[in-house]
């Protein structure tokens, strides 16, 4: 089961509701996924672990080597689909 | 999920040129006002802000929103502003540019992982541009507050 790390400012608000859109999506598509919230400060500490880290804000660190996908798609609505499609790539 | 609370006086419609700061400071008043959140919310609120802003762009109406940690929330609530004359905020994804925003929902949330519909139905408004519209070209408060009501609890 693949592992996906989910991340905002303080890892309660925008982030929860990213993973439910994921976890939502990936129940529909049959792909089983674990989702695991934090702070986006906790990232680079814990990336490792993971085989995604998806963040509702900007994040940029060269010393995580899991992929990252920026979701605020999945606030605003803006190129939702796109931003779903490249965190499924990651999945499947 | 306990309730949130939210009534018609925790709708703001500003007129008056107010920068980022005062925008948040008038809202989290209106908060600390009823007792929802403490005196630690609004400088919570602008620490979290320079951090990591909330400002969404959306092609169209933007819109904010301003939440902290649950330590300095009492009550779980949300405060609306409609600011007829748009505020600066930095954007969520690229935080060292700002954009115009007419509409702030303010949220003080008081459980972790918590309030989860709630906060998937602001993202559903934030969505529905149509009902943003509506709500920034209002004038009237109780008219914005029915349709946000509606759309949130």
């Known amino acids: 089961m693949k592992k996906v790390l989910v991340a905002c400012g303080n890892g309660i608000a925008t982030s929860t509701v990213v993973a439910s859109k994921i976890k939502e999506r990936c129940e529909k598509e049959g792909i089983a996924i674990h989702v695991t919230q934090c702070k986006v400060l906790e990232v680079a500490s814990k990336a490792a672990d993971f085989d995604l880290v998806v963040t509702s804000g900007k994040f940029k660190d060269d010393s995580v080597s899991t992929p990252i996908v920026g979701a605020i798609a999945l606030l605003t609505g803006i190129n939702e689909e796109a931003t779903f499609e490249k965190i499924l790539g990651y999945l499947r | ?153």
């Not at chain 2, 306990?2 to 980022?20: G, R």
């Not at chain 2, 700061?21 to 630690?40: H, R």
């Open chain 2, 1 to 153: 999920m306990d309730s949130i609370h939210f009534d018609e006086t925790q709708v703001l419609i500003i007129d008056e040129k107010l920068n980022h700061d005062e925008v948040l400071k008038k809202m989290a008043d209106q908060l600390q006002v009823k007792g929802y959140v403490k005196d630690s919310y609004y400088p919570a609120i602008i620490e979290r802000e320079k951090n990591y802003p909330t400002g969404l762009f959306t092609e169209a109406i933007n819109v904010a929103i301003p939440h902290c940690d649950i330590a300095n929330v009492n009550q779980g609530s949300i405060c609306v502003g409609v600011l007829k004359q748009p505020t600066q905020f930095a954007r969520m994804d690229e935080p060292d540019v700002m954009i115009d925003v007419q509409l702030v929902v303010m949220l003080a949330l008081t459980l972790p992982h918590g309030h989860i519909e709630m906060l998937q139905k602001v993202v559903a408004l934030i969505q529905n541009q149509d009902v943003v519209k509506s709500i920034v070209h209002s004038s009237n408060q109780k008219e914005i507050y029915e349709t946000i009501k509606k759309y949130l609890l």
